[in-house]
Nanobody, 131 residues
Framework: TEQLVESGGGSVQAGRSLTLSCTASASDRYGKWMGWFRQAPGKEREGVAFIYFGPKNVGNSAYANSVKGRFTISQDKAGNTAYLEMNNLKPEDTAMYHC?????????????????????WGNGTSVTISS
């Protein structure tokens, strides 16, 4: 069973930056996307950003409107690890961030991301932004 190893996160003040990373135990990402959902207490789960691992259009990415321009998702050359660089963080970014491997396509509706299905759900890392 594949597992996701997540790291990063923490507590910082608004305006600062954090980077999350997520490493998958297997190297086969054929046709899959890797990225993050987040969920804050009392709020619905939100797709944050996803990156495509191929075979074609490797590196294609998608972002929720709420993070576009502030967050950047990337992947290592081996295709095992994804990174989410989060800049200019806001208190509303406070949430549990879960790394996932999902089946695409990634849909965008009114600025929100949707996926076909979540294949693997990580345990999550906490991000807390103080004002």
């Amino acid at each position: 069973t594949e597992q996701l190893v997540e790291s990063g996160g923490g507590s910082v003040q608004a305006g600062r930056s954090l980077t999350l990373s997520c490493t998958a135990s297997a190297s086969d990402r054929y046709g899959k996307w890797m990225g993050w959902f987040r969920q804050a207490p009392g709020k619905e789960r939100e797709g944050v950003a996803f990156i495509y691992f191929g075979p074609k259009n490797v590196g294609n990415s998608a972002y929720a409107n709420s993070v576009k321009g502030r967050f950047t998702i990337s992947q290592d050359k081996a295709g095992n690890t994804a990174y989410l660089e989060m800049n200019n963080l806001k208190p509303e970014d406070t949430a549990m961030y879960h790394c996932t491997i999902v089946e695409g396509p990634i849909s965008v509706y009114e600025g929100a991301l949707g996926v076909k299905s979540v294949e693997i759900w990580g345990n999550g890392t906490s991000v807390t932004i103080s004002s």
